[in-house]
Each structure stands twice: as structure tokens, then as C-alpha cells.
């Protein structure tokens, strides 16, 4: 499973992007995908899941109300959209999908940086 993440940039605080991450391969061997993000010097942060079958969605709270997550099975595809965006979202964003509660398959990550 390869997975493509894309999207990031530099926006101003209060500002929206949309990052995608494009799987190919054996995608059917996983069963969801999350979003984390890492800003420099901290801990790696889950942002949140959806399954594939996009019947179950979580978040962290930090995130809640801004940001959403969604998938289009038939491209492969899941979208983060970030929305009202904070000087402290600034990080790389990754993508990641699970197999077997693991979570093996990552993409290569996107910078997003918010600029206050």
C-alpha cells in the first residue's frame, strides 16, 4: 500500500485547507486511515480516523468543529479539511493506514504552516 499525501501550504490564521491523501495498491488489506501531524520538536499527534467504510469517524478534541475528515472509496482518497486554522496547526501532516490494528502504511507528509 503506497499511500500520497498532499495539500499542505502556508496560510494566514483563520484560514482553510484541504489535504488529501491517495492510496494505491492492496488498499483492501486495510480497513481505515488517520491523519497525524508532528510540529518540530514535539511528540508525534493522532489527528483523527475514519474507516474505510466511512462508518466510523473520530477526532481529537483539539481539532473538533474545525476539522473534518472524509473519504471517497471509489478514488481512494481521504481529505482532511482544516478549517479556521491556528499558528499552532503549523506541522507536517501524514497520513497513515491500518492493517490489523497496526498502523504500518504511511505517507511521505505535507507541511502546513499558519502563519499568525
Known amino acids: 500500500v503506497q499511500l500520497q499525501a498532499s495539500g499542505g501550504g502556508l496560510v494566514q490564521a483563520g484560514g482553510s485547507l484541504r489535504l488529501s491523501c491517495a492510496a494505491s495498491?492492496?488498499?483492501?488489506?486495510?480497513?481505515?486511515v488517520a491523519w497525524f501531524r508532528q510540529a518540530p520538536g514535539k511528540d508525534r499527534e493522532w489527528i483523527g480516523t475514519?474507516?474505510?467504510?466511512?462508518?466510523?469517524?473520530a477526532v481529537t478534541d483539539s481539532v473538533k468543529g474545525r476539522f473534518t475528515i472524509s473519504s471517497d472509496n471509489a478514488k481512494n482518497t481521504v481529505s482532511l479539511q482544516m478549517n479556521s486554522l491556528k499558528p499552532e496547526d503549523t506541522a507536517v501532516y501524514y497520513c497513515?493506514?491500518?492493517?490489523?490494528?497496526?498502523?504500518?502504511?504511511w505517507g511521505q507528509g505535507t507541511q502546513v504552516t499558519v502563519s499568525s
Open positions: 475514519i474507516k474505510w467504510s466511512g462508518g466510523s469517524i
Open positions: 495498491g492492496r488498499t483492501y488489506s486495510t480497513d481505515a
Open positions: 497513515a493506514a491500518r492493517r490489523l490494528d497496526a498502523w504500518i502504511y
